[in-house]
Structure formats: structure tokens, C-alpha cells
């Protein structure tokens, strides 16, 4: 399975930008879907996640701004990004794995498919 993001790009603190990751084939039940970020210098850290059983989870700093979700029937991870705050700049990632994480889904080492990521910059 491949997986590619897309809709980053530059906006001003308070914008908000919709990211996107289309799968190359359709991801079987049960699964995991999670979004991550990075900045250069820092560890890789889970900023969201949906479950084929439809339960979702945020990092403390972004819940009540960003929204996960997942279209089946498009096969396409949404994530939607309000109230963008500089320290939400990074390169983020779409991750998926054919098991249900729940409260692992932080853990990298457990996904197995990757996108390359989209740049997120969000200026003062």
C-alpha cells in the first residue's frame, strides 16, 4: 500500500488547511490510520489517529482544533486543521497498519505504511 499526502502548504496563524493522504489500495478492517509530524531536529510525534472501528484520538496540543477522519468508500484520511498555531509547523505524515492500535497508536514502530509527508508552515 502506498500512501500519499497531500494539501500542506503556508497560511497565517488562526488559517486552517485540510490535509489529505490517498491509499493506492483499499485498507482491509480492521486498521489504523494515524497522522504524525515532524520539525528537523525533533522526534517524529503522533498528532492523530481513526480506527476501523471508529474511534479517534489527538495529541493533547492539537485536540479541539483538528479533526481526523476517513472515507472508506474513497479510501482517503483526512485531517482538518483549525486555528493553526506556528508551533504546529512541520512535515506531516499519514501512517497506516491492518491492526487496531488504540492506545499504541503513538508508537511509530507499529505502522506499517508510510507516506512521504506534506509541508506545514504557519507564520506569526
Known amino acids: 500500500v502506498q500512501l500519499v499526502e497531500s494539501g500542506g502548504g503556508s497560511v497565517q496563524a488562526g488559517g486552517s488547511l485540510r490535509l489529505s493522504c490517498m491509499a493506492s489500495?483499499?485498507?482491509?478492517?480492521?486498521?489504523?490510520m494515524a497522522w504524525f509530524r515532524q520539525v528537523p531536529g525533533k522526534e517524529r510525534e503522533g498528532v492523530s489517529y481513526?480506527?476501523?472501528?471508529?474511534?479517534?484520538r489527538y495529541a493533547d496540543s492539537v485536540r479541539g482544533r483538528f479533526t481526523v477522519a476517513h472515507d472508506s468508500a474513497q479510501n482517503i484520511l483526512y485531517l482538518r486543521m483549525n486555528s493553526l498555531k506556528p508551533e504546529d509547523t512541520a512535515k506531516y505524515y499519514c501512517?497506516?497498519?491492518?491492526?487496531?492500535?488504540?492506545?499504541?497508536?503513538?508508537?511509530?514502530?507499529?505502522?506499517?505504511?508510510w507516506g512521504q509527508g506534506t509541508q506545514v508552515t504557519v507564520s506569526a
Open positions: 501512517a497506516a497498519v491492518n491492526m487496531i492500535l488504540g492506545a499504541l497508536w503513538t508508537n511509530q514502530e507499529q505502522y506499517s505504511f
Open positions: 489500495e483499499y485498507i482491509t478492517s480492521p486498521y489504523s
Open positions: 481513526i480506527s476501523s472501528d471508529s474511534f479517534t
